[in-house]
């Protein structure tokens, strides 16, 4: 791990398509849905990329007791927080994988095991040399239909990595480009996406995009 | 094979018919201890005589009652909470147990103690802690080689001890805190080990509960055990012997240890009708050659207890015992009062660290799956491949989750 590796949960279950990362409330200030993060076995040469579609917070007999309470104490919320072994689930969509220091934007050959870390990837080169090539977009368009809301995730994600890559207008235009290609026949996904596109990026000239 | 309900249906309407007869006389019971707890509220020279007389020429063996320790506000009026300290530090723990199982691939038990120290007053969060302990056979603390082949009780009487001996521990710890310290176990303090272990090593572990008590009273710290719904009928049956010559009971009725001579009431049914939300009852010392016991070996650790209505709805009633200690200073009494209140406030109408402790407590399935397949990978890795017995192997294939092929 890199010094701007941040640990962000583990692996509770997985697939070939994605899996599911329980973190603790302290791990959830810094990842986001639409974040590109990484399932890294130690000491393995084998990490799997994905996007967070959706975080999940479960209740349980205790939470709903103290949701009923008028004012719970900050104590008691406290104690919930760090105390308390409830894990947030984040699933988390299978972009790519990288083996031997290789980028392939398909699905993995294995899915990550259970309790493998998962860490959000923040470190611009890495960021920068993963989204370099757009093959990963099919990945996500193929969730279409799924549970995973993927004009929503197109556009935080976009709009995440732009910022990461330091507002980078010239890499979201090419995105945009490339997601007109690929969602040709499927309005229904390309004009909500295009349309939030535009107003979470500024600068953003779709007529040049397209 | 699911059960054969049509078998049944005939002696579930029979059950129904009983319940409605037995709540028309537990009715009719609780109307005349009602007036019985009326009649005597505050006649304190009365009690005392009459109390004292059956103390002396009872057989105390089978006779359990209870004695009003102050003798100042009428026993059928409800006391409200006082305000808690502005700080206080409250421990309490739990405990749960797997016992060992001779059909098993290894012998083996344990027990876990959950443990939360709340700081009262002081915004803090929490601390938690959990203490499990494994337990097989040849190890140090495991002479008893009865417990892995005969005896479940006698783990959970382990487990009892633990609670409070971890508890002195916790309660010492915590001594430089601001404001009092409060011990809580969700037992009762007059610890009575039970099952056919009792008779060889209860009066061990009764010793080691005594002796817990009495730390955490050299700590300058105080104890309380809450008990949900309690079924004592301590009080009533000291209505019942205040009320002897005009009953036409005798005696031997209340030698009796089964509830139905009180028409299956219990203290708590009584109280439940007498207090009102928060507020608890006069406090009783136990009448009973148990706590006679108790009081011999150390006369701090004689157990009163009082009565708490934690909720607003009905059924809410708690019981809560305190040694002599705590019940003979008003402050004390007071103020665990007023705490224990404050606990239930958190989630309606039980204490929150009772709650939390048994939570940590707790050995759910998956987590005994997971010790258990470590213990067989640590003994597998030393060329042990013990295999479980038939009998538990069919118990797995009937009782297995079904599982689907999802594609």
Known sequence: ?210 | MSLEFEQLTPSIAEMAREAGHRREKRNDELEKATALLHEYADKWELIDQRIDWAIENFDMKFYRSAKPLHNELPLDKGIKPQEPPAQATIVATDGSQIVPDRHASFLYYLINIGAITYYHGSGRPPDVAAFPKLSYPGDSDSAEDDVFTVSSDLVSMRRDEREITVLADLVKRVQGEPGPKLGILDQRLLYWPIGNSARIHGERIVFEWQKAMSEINDAGGWLAGFIDRSGKHSVLAMLHTLDLENSGRTIKDLYAFDADIYGGLSDTDLFDVLLGHEERSAVFVDISLHNKTFKLRDPGNEVCFFYLKTGPGDGQLARVDIPMWVAGKKEALNSVHALLVDQCRIIGNYPYVITRADEIAVVGRRDQEELENRIELQMNSLGIYPSITSKQQSKEYARAQKSRYEG
Do not use: C
């Not at chain 1, 899915?111 to 757009?134: H, K, S």
């Not at chain 1, 099919?138 to 809301?149: F, K, M, N, T």
């Open chain 1, 1 to 210: 791990m890199n010094e701007n590796s941040l640990e962000i949960g583990r692996v509770l279950r997985a697939n070939t398509t994605g899996f599911a990362v329980g973190s603790r409330v302290k791990q959830l200030s810094a990842p986001g849905f639409g974040s590109l993060v990484k399932a890294q076995p130690a000491g393995e040469h084998e990490v799997i990329y994905g996007l967070i579609y959706n975080i999940n917070i479960d209740d349980d007999q205790l939470i709903r007791r103290l949701v009923m309470v008028e004012t719970p104490r900050p104590e008691v919320i406290e104690d919930q927080r760090t105390n308390r072994i409830l894990p947030i689930e984040m699933s988390v969509l299978a972009v790519g994988y990288r083996i031997n220091g290789n980028l392939h934007y398909s699905l993995p050959p294995r899915p990550p095991l259970n309790l493998d870390p998962v860490i959000l990837v923040e470190n611009a080169a890495e960021i920068r040399q993963f989204t370099n090539n757009l093959g990963y977009l099919r990945l996500i368009l193929r969730a279409e239909g799924s549970r995973v809301p993927v004009d929503q995730l197109l556009v935080a994600h976009i709009h995440d990595v732009y910022l990461r890559r330091g507002e980078d207008v010239a890499w979201v235009v090419s995105v945009v480009r490339e997601v007109i290609e690929l969602l040709r026949s499927n309005y229904e996904v390309l004009i909500p996406t295009l349309e939030a596109l535009s107003s979470a990026i500024p600068g953003l000239n779709m007529e040049t995009a397209e």
